[in-house]
């Protein structure tokens, strides 16, 4: 069965820290990858989605990035953090396009706040 | 540009009764996906239900259902015989399926459900 994992779970950082976050997927290859961000009390914004290793497209200009290094592993960055970083941060994984799956599964997330 | 509105930021129910959350999209693409998904105060994304834009019943998963009336672009979630565990914030999404694999969501600002014993 497929699993995606992040960490971690709660990070409190100072402004113009940098910031790195990891999200990995088991037991599927190839999947699409999503990162998103939640302020509080708000619905979900797509930061960046990848199709494979080494593909990443932005969806809204920020301070983060984020990298693909290897199939089932997400990254994102940042190498100072703002205080409007803040947030949830959660990453998703698709099978494959055109599969028989559609919904898009969801990790654990995590908890940032800077200060 | 495709949107979700939620218009109900939050909704009172008593246990064992149904609510309705409503949800409308907006898009000119032919196919797409509606999804609802469940957000309790831990934090994560529980899948709850899927319509397909060309699906031609309402979906349902045991006490979830879908009231899909495509003509008026809506999407209500449909949760009968609530239970206090229901309490969450519940989240409208729409896929874009245009030409691509993406298979990006598009989210409302959710609507928090609250069920009272």
């Known amino acids: 069965s497929q699993t995606i994992h992040q960490w971690p779970a709660t990070l409190v950082q100072p402004v113009g820290s940098p910031l790195s976050l990891e999200c990995t997927v088991e037991g599927t290859s190839n999947p699409n990858l999503y990162w998103y961000r939640q302020a509080a009390g708000r619905g979900l914004q797509l930061l960046f989605y990848s199709v494979g290793i080494g593909q990443i497209s932005s969806e809204v200009p920020q301070n983060l990035s984020a990298s693909r290094p290897q199939d089932r592993q997400f990254i994102l960055s940042s190498k100072k953090l703002l205080l409007s970083d803040s947030g949830f941060y959660l990453c998703?994984?698709?099978?494959?396009?055109?599969?028989?799956?559609?919904?898009?599964?969801f990790g654990p997330g995590t908890r940032l706040t800077v200060l | 540009a495709q949107k979700i509105t939620q218009t109900q930021p939050g909704m009172f129910v008593q246990e064992k009764e149904a609510v309705t959350l409503d949800c409308t999209y907006d898009t000119s693409d032919p196919s797409y996906g509606l999804f609802w998904y469940k957000q309790p105060s831990s934090g994560e994304m529980i899948f709850l239900i899927y319509q397909g834009s060309y699906d031609q019943q309402n979906a349902t998963e045991g006490r979830y259902s879908l009231n899909f009336q495509k003509a008026r672009k809506s999407a209500n979630l449909v949760i009968s015989a609530s239970q206090l565990g229901d309490s969450a914030m519940y989240f409208c999404?729409?896929?874009?399926?245009?030409?691509?694999?993406?298979?990006?969501?598009?989210f409302g600002r959710g609507t928090q459900l609250t069920v009272w014993p």
């Open positions: 998703a994984w698709r099978p494959l396009a055109f599969s028989s799956y559609n919904e898009q599964f």
């Open positions: 999404a729409m896929r874009d399926d245009r030409g691509s694999t993406l298979g990006r969501l598009y």
